[in-house]
C-alpha cells in the first residue's frame, strides 16, 4: 500500500486495531449479516476469516458451533476486498491495504479513496491526490471508502445485529421488522 501523502502508509499495522467509534465497540453482525451486507457469500467470508484476510474482531469461531461476530468496520473492509477482488486486484496487495486501513480512525477512513493501476494500491485524501494519479495516463480505478462506508451502514440499518455485552438481537430499522416488534412488545 502506498500513500500519495506523507508516506508512512508503509508502516504495519496490527488487524482490526481499536476503533474510535463506540457504537462498532458494542454491536457485531453474525456472518449472514455480514455476507448481506457486504455483498459475499458465505463460502468467501468463511475462506477470508480461515485465511486471515478479514477476520472477525468482535468475536472469533470456537471450534463446532460457535458462531463468529464481526463489527461495523470489519464489513466495510468485506466489502472492501470484495470490490478489490472484483476488479482483478492481487490478494498479496489486498492485505497490505487492509493492514493499512486497520491502523485508521474512522474519521480518515471516511475521507479516503483507494485507488489501484492492479499493481499497486494507492491512498489519496484529497480531490488533488486522485488527480495526480491519473494525470499519470495509466488505468486506474477507485473505492471510494466513505462511500462504501455509508452504503454498509444503509444494508446493516435493515438487518439484525447482536449486542456484544447481553447477545441480544438487534432489530435493524427495516419498516416490514416494525410488525414483529410491536408483537414481540404486546407478548412480553
Not at 15 to 23: E, R, V
Not at 33 to 39: I, L
Request: hydrophobic share 35%; aromatic share 6%; glycine share 10%.
Amino acid at each position: 500500500m502506498r500513500s500519495s501523502g506523507d508516506g508512512t502508509a508503509n508502516d504495519p499495522y496490527p488487524l482490526h486495531g481499536s476503533t474510535s467509534d463506540p457504537a462498532t465497540e458494542t454491536v457485531g453482525y453474525r456472518g449472514p449479516t455480514a455476507c448481506a451486507a457486504a455483498g459475499i457469500t458465505y463460502r468467501q467470508l468463511d475462506y477470508w476469516a480461515r485465511t486471515g484476510l478479514v477476520e472477525p474482531s468482535v468475536r472469533p469461531a470456537r471450534g463446532s458451533g460457535s458462531q463468529r461476530l464481526y463489527s461495523f468496520r470489519d464489513v466495510v473492509f468485506l466489502k472492501i476486498v470484495k470490490r478489490f477482488l472484483d476488479t482483478g486486484v492481487a490478494l498479496q496487495n489486498i492485505r497490505a491495504a487492509l493492514r493499512h486501513l486497520c491502523g485508521r480512525e474512522a474519521a480518515d477512513l471516511e475521507r479516503m479513496t483507494l485507488m489501484s493501476d492492479g499493481a499497486t494500491v494507492y491512498e489519496c485524501s484529497s480531490p488533488d491526490e486522485v488527480v495526480n494519479l491519473l494525470q499519470g495516463g495509466q488505468g486506474i480505478f477507485g473505492i471510494a471508502v466513505g462511500v462504501v462506508w455509508r452504503d454498509v451502514e444503509a444494508a446493516l440499518s435493515q438487518l439484525h445485529g447482536e449486542r456484544v455485552d447481553t447477545g441480544e438481537t438487534l432489530i435493524g430499522h427495516n419498516p416490514a421488522d416494525e410488525l414483529a416488534r410491536r408483537r414481540r412488545d404486546r407478548a412480553v
